[in-house]
């Protein structure tokens, strides 16, 4: 049987430590076990400059949970061509601190200031995004064009993203 972990300053500053140095420029802890698990509860931190390239999640059971504990997420949502529907600002004393987001819905997120740190919930198990899953319009992480558009996400958060 495992201890008690205790989610406290300490561990969200290392985890924002080694996302501030991690290539993507972020890093997750889990507390599921296993990728093959049936629940997948993590803390995702997050840095700027990391760019999550828009997907979405196809199964049903996908739908996915996020709750910001510390700094700011910028949320953006997409129609299927691309465009632009919705932006919101996440934080733990913001008019919002979390968002669900269905299966189906295009999305991404970026932090909008250093140290930014949210708990994620969704289905599992673990699965690489399936094709049909990554939005044909945006640039894959890594892409030459990636930088540019991650760059046109971070405008669309003004004030909150400098």
């Known amino acids: 049987m495992s201890a008690p972990l205790i989610v406290d300053q300490a561990l969200l500053d290392g985890l924002s430590v080694d996302a501030a140095v991690s290539p993507r420029r972020r890093k997750n802890r889990n507390f599921h076990?296993?990728?093959?698990?049936?629940?997948?509860?993590?803390?995702?931190?997050?840095?700027?400059?990391?760019?999550?390239?828009?997907?979405?999640?196809?199964?049903?059971?996908?739908?996915?949970?996020?709750?910001?504990?510390?700094?700011?997420?910028?949320?953006?949502?997409?129609?299927?061509?691309?465009?632009?529907?919705?932006?919101v600002v996440l934080g733990p004393d913001g008019a919002a601190c979390g968002v669900n987001i269905p299966h189906g819905v295009f999305h991404s997120v970026l932090a909008c200031q250093p140290g930014t740190v949210f708990f994620e919930a969704k289905a599992g198990p673990y699965l690489p995004l399936g094709e049909a899953e990554r939005a044909a319009w945006a640039p894959l992480e890594g892409d030459a064009g990636a930088a540019a558009y991650a760059e046109s996400l971070r405008r669309l958060f003004g004030s909150f993203a400098d």
């Open 33 to 87: 076990a296993h990728d093959a698990d049936a629940a997948h509860r993590l803390l995702n931190a997050i840095e700027p400059g990391s760019y999550v390239a828009p997907h979405q999640h196809l199964d049903p059971a996908k739908d996915e949970t996020m709750i910001v504990v510390r700094g700011r997420l910028g949320v953006v949502f997409f129609d299927a061509d691309g465009g632009v529907t919705q932006t």
